[in-house]
T-cell receptor, first 116, second 114 residues
Framework: AQTVTQSQPEMSVQEAETVTLSCTYDTSESDYYLFWYKQPPSRQMILVIRQEAYKQQNATENRFSVNFQKAAKSFSLKISDSQLGDAAMYFCAYRRGGGSNYKLTFGKGTLLTVNP | KAGVTQTPRYLIKTRGQQVTLSCSPI?????VSWYQQTPGQGLQFLFE???????NKGNFPGRFSGRQFSNSRSEMNVSTLELGDSALYLCASSRGDPGTYEQYFGPGTRLTVT
């Protein structure tokens, strides 16, 4: 079974600084997708960034980028120029490849605090 | 385009009762997945429906069931509620086409069992 581990239950960062959230996963599959989701307090979970395992290039979305190390099964999220609105719980998630499997396996989450 | 909607948003039930939660996916989305979120267990996959068929099921007891209607709306039902069923229940929708992978989450239904 696939597992996703987020080793940092809580992180904090100063506004405008950079922070990196860690995620490791375990799978025997070769075709899969990785995601970072953001869940602000009492608000909806939204997709921050995604990475296809077959792509070597790290995904980026504006201030958000990932460091995908497939051999090490590591998938960290870097947030640059942190803003107050980035404060949230961040979940790393895994999904097997294939067209008919939409099950997401989540890590336990990292609570990010942004200090003004 | 309207997002994923879930009703009701909050629910209080008594142990032993049953409950039905509803999810309306984004227009055009045919896949609906359900997740249970608790402080202790985190986010756990319940089941996923596509075109009225259950495609995947998580490791939950048979008290948890669901269905999907022809308009893609989905309901999940929990019978004989236990205190441990208190959780935030999240619904996510996706187009469901092979190769698509983005899931959009609803705001959730907060179920409290007393």
């Amino acid at each position: 079974a696939q597992t996703v581990t987020q080793s940092q239950p809580e992180m904090s960062v100063q506004e405008a600084e950079t922070v990196t959230l860690s995620c490791t996963y375990d799978t025997s599959e070769s075709d899969y997708y990785l995601f970072w989701y953001k869940q602000p307090p009492s608000r909806q979970m939204i997709l921050v960034i995604r990475q296809e395992a077959y792509k070597q290039q790290n995904a980026t979305e504006n201030r958000f980028s990932v460091n995908f190390q497939k051999a090490a099964k590591s998938f960290s999220l870097k947030i640059s120029d942190s803003q107050l609105g980035d404060a949230a719980m961040y979940f790393c998630a895994y999904r097997r490849g294939g067209g008919s499997n939409y099950k997401l396996t989540f890590g336990k989450g990292t609570l990010l605090t942004v200090n003004p | 385009k309207a997002g994923v909607t879930q009703t009701p948003r909050y629910l209080i039930k008594t142990r032993g009762q049953q409950v039905t939660l509803s999810c309306s996916p984004i227009s055009g989305h045919r896949s609906v997945s359900w997740y249970q979120q608790t402080p202790g267990q985190g986010l756990q996959f319940l089941f996923e429906y596509f075109s009225e068929t259950q495609r995947n099921k998580g490791n939950f007891p048979g008290r948890f069931s669901g269905r999907q209607f022809s308009n893609s709306r989905s309901e999940m039902n929990v019978s004989t509620l236990e205190l441990g069923d208190s959780a935030l229940y999240l619904c996510a929708s996706s187009r469901g086409d092979p190769g698509t992978y983005e899931q959009y989450f609803g705001p959730g239904t907060r179920l409290t069992v007393t």
